[in-house]
T-cell receptor, first 115, second 118 residues
Framework: ETGVTQTPRHLVMGMTNKKSLKCEQH?????MYWYKQSAKKPLELMFV???????ENNSVPSRFSPECPNSSHLFLHLHTLQPEDSALYLC??????????????FGEGSRLTVL | AQKITQTQPGMFVQEKEAVTLDCTYD???????LFWYKQPSSGEMIFLIY??????QNATEGRYSLNFQKARKSANLVISASQLGDSAMYFC???????????????FGKGTKLSVKP
């Protein structure tokens, strides 16, 4: 079982659809993240949750709505997306206390295509 | 201004040779951390190695080593004895200290695509 699991791995949706991406971490970490990876661009941090509380929203459009019901689960709800939102969405977790480098552990990503 | 700069979009290396992937960073924070990640075609970002700004010695993890030159603000990744499985995208990232003593967030470079030739 991998440390961070993302579902679905691939998603195709129309601009009027509503869908959700799910992320689950089995590492006992206290922070979870959503990143967007588009072609030829650096990873863009979207949201950060620390102990289930959202601590960062990196100017993300409201058509992306995160939800963190507990420290192990993170969702990204998608509504009326645009074709330019097509990208790889990566979830990550880390331990943000207790010393150590606090490296991020990533899932395999959800490849989203918006038609 | 870019915080993390990776100037090599793509690199080729012969199998069993060593290769250096460049990374320069920009920060005025005396406390920061530098990370390297590998992303194979499957999409998962795999943590490789970490260097803290106060670490006296260069970090090493198996075939990976980090050539940390603080004055030049560079943190190049050296992969020794390249293997075909090393073909992937490689990302350099930096974390500055956050506000209130908390950890800052990771900022990534654009990546370098490494291709290992048999």
């Amino acid at each position: 079982e991998t440390g961070v699991t993302q579902t679905p791995r691939h998603l195709v949706m129309g601009m009027t659809n509503k869908k959700s991406l799910k992320c689950e971490q089995h590492l006992g970490h206290n922070a979870m993240y959503w990143y967007k990876q588009s072609a030829k661009k650096p990873l863009e941090l979207m949201f950060v949750y620390n102990f289930k509380e959202q601590t960062e929203n990196n100017s993300v459009p409201s058509r992306f709505s995160p939800e963190c019901p507990n420290s192990s689960h993170l969702f990204l709800h998608l509504h009326t997306l645009q074709p330019e939102d097509s990208a790889l969405y990566l979830c990550a977790s880390s331990q943000r206390s207790g010393g150590g480098p606090g490296e991020l552990f990533f899932g395999e990503g959800s490849r989203l295509t918006v038609l | 201004a870019q915080k993390i700069t990776q100037t090599q979009p793509g690199m080729f290396v012969q199998e069993k040779e060593a290769v250096t992937l460049d990374c320069t960073y920009d920060t005025s924070d005396p406390s920061y951390g530098l990370f390297w990640y590998k992303q194979p075609s499957s999409g998962e970002m795999i943590f490789l190695i970490y260097q803290g700004s106060y670490d006296q010695q260069n970090a090493t993890e198996g075939r990976y080593s980090l050539n940390f030159q603080k004055a030049r603000k560079s943190a190049n990744l050296v992969i020794s004895a390249s293997q075909l499985g090393d073909s992937a995208m490689y990302f350099c990232a930096m974390r500055e200290a956050g506000s209130g003593g908390s950890q800052g967030n990771l900022i990534f470079g654009k990546g370098t695509k490494l291709s290992v030739k048999p």
